[in-house]
């Protein structure tokens, strides 16, 4: 069966940054879109970036744009988020997300089948 797995989450003051990772097993890592989403307490979970699987195409949500940035290692079989001058909004438990074979990148919810148990973003500010 297919596992997310992601790692990362920590408590952060205001304007540090913190990088998250992300793993999948089961499926060919290289092959496939992947995304970031995150929930905060209350909220509906919301997309933050999404990378195809080439790695040429990047979407950012407008709340992120210019902070965060997703890079796919397909060597390492890593995605990552590096995320700096967090915010207190930025608060909330960050999900990992594989989506379609071959598939550019989306914020669309219904493009991802596969999702990890999250790891929680604190940021104080």
């Known amino acids: 069966q297919v596992q997310v797995v992601e790692t990362g989450g920590a408590l952060v003051q205001a304007g540090g940054s913190l990088r998250l990772s992300c793993q999948i097993h089961?499926?060919?890592?290289?092959?496939?879109?992947m995304g970031w989403y995150r929930q905060a307490p209350g909220k509906e979970r919301e997309a933050v970036s999404s990378i195809g699987w080439s790695g040429h195409t990047k979407l950012y949500a407008d709340s992120v744009q210019g902070r965060f940035t997703i890079v796919r290692d397909n060597t390492a079989k890593i995605l990552y988020l590096q995320m700096k001058d967090l915010k207190a909004e930025d608060t909330a438990m960050y999900y990992c997300?594989?989506?379609?074979?071959?598939?550019?990148?989306?914020?669309?919810?219904?493009?991802?089948?596969?999702w990890g148990q999250g790891t929680q973003v604190t940021v104080s500010s």
């Open positions: 089961g499926l060919v890592f290289d092959d496939y879109a």
């Open positions: 997300a594989v989506a379609k074979i071959y598939g550019p990148a989306s914020l669309h919810r219904r493009d991802f089948d596969f």
